[in-house]
């Protein structure tokens, strides 16, 4: 069974055409992206898969879930660094892998493919290690609006604003990112209205997310 019901050919979220079109391609990279998602630029966060394959030789998930973890690091170390906190991020984006193996049968795709509908898709989102409930709500739009991937009240738990979900080009991603940086100028001056924009993510050690 498909992934997706359709695909756009890359999500133009980095200005590298290889990285926007892995992101596109392969479920795990898109989930990837989003634990690399906080205190680092979007298009760094989401360029981190593709240079993550690069590094060591794949993106197979049960190859990084059973890799030592040093090793892993190290590629996440290797400069440039692939986030901010590389060691940390290392760490989260393995235990994403261990979860998939454990959890899905190692099919990144079958965290969506398989949800009953949209309030089961949150669920499932939010139970990786990395992805709150912003990127869990983020991540739905994506799938609904660019995959039509659609279970039954998607929309309910998708983001009632602009998001990722809607950026289909480089025009668009501007648009967003320019609205991300009104929003965080009205949040600096207590002006930002109540229900837009996408705050802090909830929990510890989760950061901003995108919305």
Same mark, same amino acid.
């Not at 690069?54 to 990084?64: A, I, K, P, S």
């Not at 660094?81 to 998939?100: E, K, V, Y």
């Not at 089961?120 to 991937?149: C, H, N, W, Y």
């Not at 983001?159 to 940086?181: C, F, I, N, T, W």
């Given at each position: 069974?498909?992934?997706?019901?359709?695909?756009?050919?890359?999500?133009?979220?980095?200005?590298?055409?290889?990285?926007?079109?892995?992101?596109?391609?392969?479920?795990?990279?898109?989930?990837?992206?989003?634990?690399?998602?906080?205190?680092?630029?979007?298009?760094?966060?989401?360029?981190?898969?593709?240079?993550?394959?690069?590094?060591?030789?794949?993106?197979?998930?049960?190859?990084?879930?059973?890799?030592?973890?040093?090793?892993?690091?190290?590629?996440?170390?290797?400069?440039?660094?692939?986030?901010?906190?590389?060691?940390?991020?290392?760490?989260?984006?393995?235990?994403?892998?261990?979860?998939?193996?454990?959890?899905?049968?190692?099919?990144?795709?079958?965290?969506?493919?398989?949800? !009953?509908?949209? =309030?089961?898709?949150? /669920?499932?989102?939010?139970?990786?290690? #990395?992805? *709150?409930?912003?990127? @869990? +709500?983020?991540?739905?739009?994506?799938?609904?609006?660019?995959?039509?991937?659609?279970?039954?009240?998607?929309?309910?738990?998708?983001?009632?604003?602009?998001?990722?979900?809607?950026?289909?080009?480089?025009?668009?991603?501007?648009?967003?990112?320019?609205?991300? !940086?009104?929003? =965080?100028?009205?949040? /600096?001056?207590?002006?930002?209205?109540? #229900?837009? *924009?996408?705050?802090? @993510? +909830?929990?510890?050690?989760?950061?901003?997310?995108?919305?």
């Amino acid at each position: 069974m498909n992934a997706y019901v359709t695909r756009p050919e890359k999500l133009p979220y980095t200005g590298n055409d290889e990285a926007d079109r892995l992101l596109a391609e392969d479920p795990l990279a898109l989930l990837i992206g989003f634990v690399l998602d906080q205190q680092v630029p979007l298009q760094k966060a989401f360029s981190g898969p593709f240079d993550l394959r690069q590094r060591v030789g794949t993106l197979d998930v049960g190859v990084l879930a059973a890799m030592d973890i040093a090793t892993l690091e190290a590629a996440f170390k290797e400069r440039p660094a692939l986030h901010r906190f590389p060691g940390n991020m290392a760490r989260r984006t393995q235990a994403l892998c261990q979860q998939i193996v454990r959890d899905y049968g190692g099919d990144a795709a079958s965290v969506w493919r398989n949800a !009953r509908d949209g =309030k089961d898709l949150e /669920r499932r989102l939010r139970s990786l290690p #990395g992805i *709150g409930e912003m990127k @869990a +709500r983020t991540i739905i739009g994506i799938l609904g609006k660019q995959f039509g991937v659609q279970p039954p009240g998607w929309e309910a738990v998708a983001p009632q604003h602009m998001s990722l979900g809607d950026v289909d080009s480089s025009e668009a991603l501007a648009e967003y990112q320019a609205g991300k !940086r009104a929003y =965080k100028a009205q949040l /600096r001056a207590g002006e930002a209205p109540e #229900g837009t *924009g996408s705050g802090p @993510a +909830r929990g510890p050690g989760r950061g901003p997310a995108r919305g």
